[in-house]
């Protein structure tokens, strides 16, 4: 769920549906979601992706895990419109298995993977 407001107006609740898909040559998150409205649609290359981090959602071990895609400055995915600064997250109500899944096919390309929970506010 997402809860925004523009000003005067009352907040809005939307659930959000997003996918993260991998394969051998990288990754693509979509989202009907994003900033002020727009939908989602990143597509990356592994070559691209520097670090994945495994945190848990809302910094509480009980309501699921989420991944945090860092990818290369100055490269086409990086720099694409949905993305702050190179970083995304996906997940929250992901279990330990799946997670640990999608960051087993991230090493095994050639990615730098931090497997141990980092304990951060993160928001869906």
């Given at each position: 769920?997402?809860?925004?407001s523009?000003?005067?107006?009352?907040?809005?609740?939307?659930?959000?549906?997003?996918?993260?898909?991998?394969?051998?040559?990288?990754?693509?998150?979509?989202?009907?979601?994003?900033?002020?409205?727009?939908?989602i649609?990143?597509?990356?290359?592994?070559?691209?992706?520097?670090?994945?981090?495994?945190?848990?959602?809302?910094?509480?071990?009980v309501?699921?895990?989420?991944?945090?895609?860092?990818?290369?400055?100055?490269?086409?995915?990086?720099?694409?419109?949905?993305l702050?600064?190179?970083?995304?997250?996906?997940g929250?109500l992901?279990?330990?298995r799946?997670?640990?899944?999608?960051?087993?096919?991230?090493?095994?390309?050639?990615?730098?993977?931090?497997?141990?929970?980092?304990?951060?506010?993160?928001m869906?």
């Amino acid at each position: 769920m997402v809860l925004w407001s523009k000003k005067d107006e009352p907040w809005l609740v939307r659930r959000v549906s997003a996918q993260l898909r991998l394969d051998d040559e990288g990754g693509r998150l979509l989202s009907d979601v994003g900033l002020f409205g727009s939908k989602i649609d990143i597509r990356f290359g592994w070559a691209e992706v520097q670090k994945v981090e495994r945190l848990r959602f809302w910094g509480v071990p009980v309501l699921g895990e989420t991944l945090r895609f860092t990818l290369a400055k100055n490269t086409a995915a990086a720099n694409q419109s949905g993305l702050f600064a190179g970083v995304f997250t996906f997940g929250g109500l992901m279990r330990k298995r799946t997670t640990a899944q999608m960051l087993d096919v991230a090493e095994s390309k050639g990615v730098k993977v931090d497997r141990k929970a980092r304990f951060a506010i993160i928001m869906p």
